[in-house]
């Protein structure tokens, strides 16, 4: 069974940092492009970041370029979110979707985390 | 950037109706879009592919159409069991836009 499961959320102040892990099993991992996804309380889906297999290729959203940094260790099957000068509006739980097949690099997200919640409040 | 956009942003339908959902990027996206369901306080699911490909165990009720700039979702016999905000995505390229998403309830 495909196995996602994020950890590392949790309150900080505006202006601080968190760093979000995704653990993954029961598929080759490094074989799939991995991605972050984030969902506003009562709001809709935001794509943040994605990774290509052996990080050549990296994408992030306008909001989050120069701040946010994905990264991943393939030998530990496990996709990062180092998330810095966190803001207000940065608050949302924060998904972590693998892609859906292996070719080509843009593809569908499937399956999804359970998510992890980031509160940015002082 | 594409823009993704969804039509209507909710509906309220009877048990046994047929829904539809649009929606319609900024530009030409070929058949790069998938629809997703998420359920009230779920994880958001995979539900069609490639604009019309049903994902493996996904109800035949489901099927998507559409090429280029417009695609539709359509659920042929609602259930209380589709009671979900469903989302467009364009996956072309980067950004992997979403649309704002739907919100189908039962009358």
């Known amino acids: 069974e495909v196995l996602l499961v994020e950890s590392g959320g949790g309150l900080v102040k505006p202006g601080g940092s968190l760093r979000l892990s995704c653990a993954a099993s029961g598929f080759t991992f490094s074989s799939y492009s991995m991605n972050w996804v984030r969902q506003a309380p009562g709001k809709g889906l935001e794509w943040v970041a994605s990774?290509?297999?052996?990080?050549?290729?990296?994408d992030y959203a306008d909001s989050v370029k120069g701040r946010f940094t994905i990264s991943r260790d393939n030998a530990k099957n496990s996709l990062y979110l180092q998330m810095n000068s966190l803001r207000v509006e940065d608050t949302a739980v924060y998904y972590c979707?693998?892609?859906?097949?292996?070719?080509?690099?843009?593809?569908?997200?499937?399956?999804w985390g359970q998510g992890t919640l980031v509160t940015v409040s002082s | 950037d594409i823009q993704m956009t969804q039509s209507p942003s909710s509906l309220s339908a009877s048990v046994g109706a047929r829904v539809t959902i649009t929606c319609r990027a900024s530009?030409?996206?070929?058949?790069?879009l998938v629809w997703y369901q998420q359920k009230p306080g779920k994880v958001p699911k995979l539900l069609i592919y490639g604009a019309s490909t049903l994902q493996s165990g996904v109800p035949s009720r489901f099927s998507g159409s559409g090429y280029g700039t417009d695609f539709t979702l359509s659920i042929s016999s609602l259930q209380p069991e589709d009671v979900a905000t469903y989302y467009c995505q364009n996956y072309n390229s980067a950004p992997r836009t979403f649309g704002q998403g739907t919100k189908v309830e039962i009358k």
């Open positions: 979707a693998r892609a859906g097949v292996v070719v080509p690099l843009y593809n569908w997200f499937d399956p």
């Open positions: 530009q030409d996206i070929s058949n790069y």
């Open positions: 990774i290509s297999t052996s990080s050549t290729y990296i």
